[in-house]
């Protein structure tokens, strides 16, 4: 049993294990200021400027992609929505063609939501980047405030009152989140729980991980 490093506990079958850190790596991959990998006879500026213009093409074209099928699945519905209001006043001798229909529309009803899962799944998997994160918010204005004072940094000895008051309040929620296998199944209990999205429930698993590998 070797360690899960930033916080996520060990399992008996490494094999089968892929912690949400692992899935979270993959995604920020494509993540850098395109400074780390540079090579000696390339022109920095130029490799820099195609770096993010491809990356700009790919984001346009899935955002295009999804555009796309959220026109088709919209006029869809409406389609349905129209033969099924036909099909409530129809002719007993058109029941028959308005049924076929019927029956057509709602099967492209279905291929329309697998497509839009592929979507959601393909989005999942993609590699985040810097353009991705950088991407302007809505706009605002703000009024310039006086900042806040910043807190004057905790000594060893209090970050470690405070570790361990933080473990005493939630040391049944932290191994529950410890013993998650999947990134989605994680991802959903820090939603539930955001107090742990914290160093102290890093620290704590940590700790858990070596406690544990001490143990074997």
Not at 32 to 60: F, G, Y
Not at 76 to 95: G, N, P, T
Not at 133 to 160: V, W
Request: proline fraction near 5%; charge should be negative.
């Amino acid at each position: 049993m070797g360690l899960c490093p930033y916080g996520i506990l060990p399992l008996l079958e490494p094999e089968t294990f892929v912690p949400p850190t692992t899935t979270l790596n993959n995604r920020i991959k494509d993540i850098s200021d395109d400074e780390d990998d540079q090579h000696p006879n390339i022109d920095t500026a130029s490799l820099n400027k195609w770096r993010h213009e491809a990356r700009v093409q790919r984001m346009t074209e899935a955002q295009a992609e999804k555009d796309k099928l959220a026109r088709e699945r919209t006029e869809h519905q409406q389609k349905l929505s129209a033969v099924k209001e036909k099909l409530k006043a129809v002719d007993i001798s058109e029941d028959t063609t308005v049924n076929a229909k019927l029956k057509e529309l709602e099967k492209q009803e279905e291929e329309f939501r697998k497509k839009e899962e592929e979507l959601k799944k393909k989005d999942r998997l993609t590699p985040w980047n810097i353009d991705t994160l950088c991407q302007d918010g809505k706009s605002k204005t703000l009024i310039n405030r006086s900042k806040p004072a910043e807190a004057a940094p905790l000594t060893d000895e209090e970050k470690m009152t405070k570790q361990q008051e933080f473990t005493k309040k939630n040391r049944s929620l932290l191994k529950k989140f410890g013993m998650f296998r999947k990134y989605e199944d994680s991802e959903r209990f820090l939603s539930e729980h955001p107090e742990l999205a914290c160093e102290e429930t890093a620290n704590y698993l940590v700790l858990w991980c070596i406690d544990l590998a001490v143990e074997e």
